[in-house]
């Protein structure tokens, strides 16, 4: 069978390539053609665009560039038309995904969402929409099942969350020979995770690395995204105590003692890796006054909001400051303070579920394709 899969970021692209390994799996004669990233490209099927030419974040940035996502959305319904795929796979990339969702519908190919647009953070009246539009639902996230179910009375199916997945899955790991083969010293590590897309990366680093004097018994590692060059990051590595690794996010943090990350798929990994960590972000002045104004979250990262309680820090936007990261970053170096959060770190693994997620999702598709 024929699948056509849309992701239009770095954790899309990892969660791609666990799905495209399953289907495989589960259909050995898949014809997979993508939008993804190097993930997806190294698992196998055709890569139509990678994510680096989709990565827009921001109101104001969206709209700077419409002419681009715009062209790109065009180009995207010419592709499907002419691959005619029997599925379409839509994972997380709301705003490119919903848009092309509604045209493939109105054309009766089957849409099948994996990992849920975030609708209960903000934009919920997308509901309309995903009844319309979506033939069957993934969600990863285990109070995104209620939500929808009993809240808007649309059936889904939580098959767990794949970063189990790709944590399990990763291949034996030693950290003096990656120490080694990364120039990185004897000091214990400050991971530095920034994000992947150049404006968030900008905006962050400055912030995120202006702490470490204030630390100088430990070497702070950037972990740079598949993304982009390291020349992009070189003028931020102005200190001995600063380091680069490029692609090796998890390697990093199965090194790390502790570690300040951008909000996203990163707050969720390095907890699962069992990471002390505090969550820093800010945004474009603009992009943040919008964005308040119209997401009610209590938490921005994936950790808290799974807990439904504070768990790890967050420095949002003006809390954001050289001395506020270097109060808490003080904090998760303490034993009593790192004991708690490990322990909540170990409840919220529970909270989601075994591994599988992929496996089962794959399963779900094929057998829906089969009937």
């Not at 994510?51 to 002419?67: P, Q, S």
């Not at 630390?215 to 702070?220: G, P």
Request: charged letters at 25%; aromatic letters at 12%; glycine letters at 4%.
């Amino acid at each position: 069978m024929k699948y056509y899969i849309i992701a239009g970021e770095a954790s899309g692209d990892l969660h791609g390539s666990n799905l495209m390994k399953a289907l495989y799996k589960e259909d050995p004669n898949a014809d997979i053609r993508f939008w993804g990233g190097d993930l997806m490209q190294k698992t196998g099927g055709t890569l139509v665009k990678h994510y680096r030419e989709l990565a827009f974040m921001g109101f104001i940035e969206v709209i700077f560039n419409l002419k681009t996502i715009l062209s790109n959305i065009s180009f995207c319904k010419k592709d499907i038309t002419q691959f005619k795929p029997d599925v379409l796979i839509f994972i997380d990339y709301p705003g490119f995904n919903m848009r092309i969702a509604k045209w493939a519908k109105a054309l009766n190919y089957k849409t099948h969402y994996y990992i849920s647009p975030q609708i209960w953070a903000w934009k919920e009246n997308r509901i309309t929409s995903i009844k319309q539009d979506i033939d069957k639902m993934f969600v990863i996230l285990p109070f995104e099942k209620s939500f929808y179910e009993d809240k808007h009375h649309f059936p889904v199916e939580f098959v767990g969350h794949p970063l189990i997945d790709a944590i399990h899955n990763q291949p034996s790991f030693d950290e003096t020979t990656f120490r080694k083969e990364n120039n990185l010293s004897d000091k214990p590590i400050i991971a530095i995770l920034p994000g992947s897309r150049k404006q968030e990366i900008t905006k962050m680093l400055s912030v995120m690395l202006s702490v470490v004097n204030d630390f100088k018994e430990y070497q702070f590692v950037i972990a740079g995204a598949p993304s982009q060059e390291y020349s992009f990051y070189q003028h931020f590595i102005t200190n001995d105590n600063i380091k680069f690794v490029s692609n090796k996010t998890y390697a990093l943090l199965q090194s790390s003692t502790a570690a300040l990350v951008t909000s996203g798929t990163a707050t969720l990994e390095t907890a699962l890796f069992k990471v002390p960590e505090v969550v820093c972000y800010k945004g474009s002045w603009a992009s943040y006054q919008i964005a308040k104004r119209i997401i009610t979250l209590k938490y921005i990262s994936l950790v808290n909001l799974i807990m439904d309680k504070e768990v790890v820090t967050e420095l949002i936007q003006d809390d954001c400051t050289p001395k506020r990261i270097t109060e808490e970053l003080n904090k998760l170096l303490e034993p009593n303070y790192r004991k708690t959060l490990l322990h909540n770190y170990d409840l919220l693994e529970e909270k989601l579920g075994g591994i599988g997620a992929s496996e089962k999702t794959a399963k779900l598709i094929v057998a829906d394709l089969q009937k």
